[in-house]
């Protein structure tokens, strides 16, 4: 626990992966919980800076790790309040990162309302951290919006996978070998966020291609186990879903 006002806590979820989590209260609607996730390595990076309002609540749990001014990239899946809120408070807090997202999110969105102009990557390119190399995934509306992309480091097998396998709740649990495909489209047939775009189950069995071993979730417990299975279920679901 890093602050016990809001509950916002913070557990290492793979070698040198964070997951930062916080529950938040939904005005008349269900109990709900923002992540993000941090690798500590020689040049720091966190994926998701959740909304603006959390920003003081990310940094004091970033800061139990590592000082938050080290940080060298700021890396998020797409153009959203908490995907990159509060990238400029990142940016103006630590002096040496750069913004990291797909080329289009660049010229589309991060490139004119970043502070500083963006590190973006093509599919498939990687970065390396030091230790920890993430290999960046173009996945146009996998769930939302064509600039949208996804990261995983090849050293630990982490897919950072955003808004798949979204779980509803505070998020108490911060791994778990249980399944979270049937809480996730518990979430999505009350609100159903994907796009349903022609090529989602290309882009699922391409990161299924891969063999992903924990799945860092942006909303809800992390999943350690067959990445690759519950990615190839969730696109099953989603087919399903639409007959």
């Not at 209260?25 to 993000?36: E, L, R, S, T």
């Not at 939302?144 to 108490?172: I, K, P, S, V, Y």
Request: net charge negative; aromatic share 8%; hydrophobic share 40%.
């Amino acid at each position: 626990m890093t602050n016990r006002a809001s509950l916002t806590n913070i557990h290492e979820i793979a070698s040198g992966i964070y997951r930062i989590n916080t529950p938040v209260a939904i005005p008349n609607g269900p109990a709900f919980n923002f992540n993000q996730y941090l690798i500590a390595d020689d040049e720091p990076l966190v994926f998701h800076t959740g909304p603006r309002k959390l920003f003081p609540l990310v940094a004091e749990a970033i800061g139990k790790i590592l000082p938050v001014n080290s940080l060298r990239y700021i890396a998020f899946s797409h153009y959203e309040a908490d995907e990159c809120g509060s990238l400029n408070e990142f940016l103006a807090a630590s002096p040496n990162a750069v913004p990291v997202c797909s080329q289009v999110a660049a010229m589309v969105s991060v490139d004119d309302v970043a502070d500083r102009p963006a590190k973006s990557l093509g599919d498939t390119e990687t970065l390396s951290l030091g230790k920890h190399t993430l290999r960046w995934y173009d996945t146009p509306h996998l769930p939302h919006g064509w600039e949208a992309g996804l990261m995983m480091d090849l050293q630990t097998r982490t897919l950072f996978c955003g808004d798949l396998f979204t779980q509803g709740g505070g998020g108490e649990t911060p791994i778990t070998e249980s399944d979270i495909l049937a809480p996730s489209e518990a979430f999505r047939s009350q609100i159903d966020y994907f796009s349903h775009g022609p090529n989602t189950e290309l882009l699922l069995e391409r990161l299924a291609g891969d063999q992903p071993e924990v799945l860092a979730c942006m909303h809800g417990s992390a999943y350690r186990g067959n990445g690759a299975a519950a990615l190839r279920a969730l696109a099953k679901s989603l087919r399903s879903s639409l007959h």
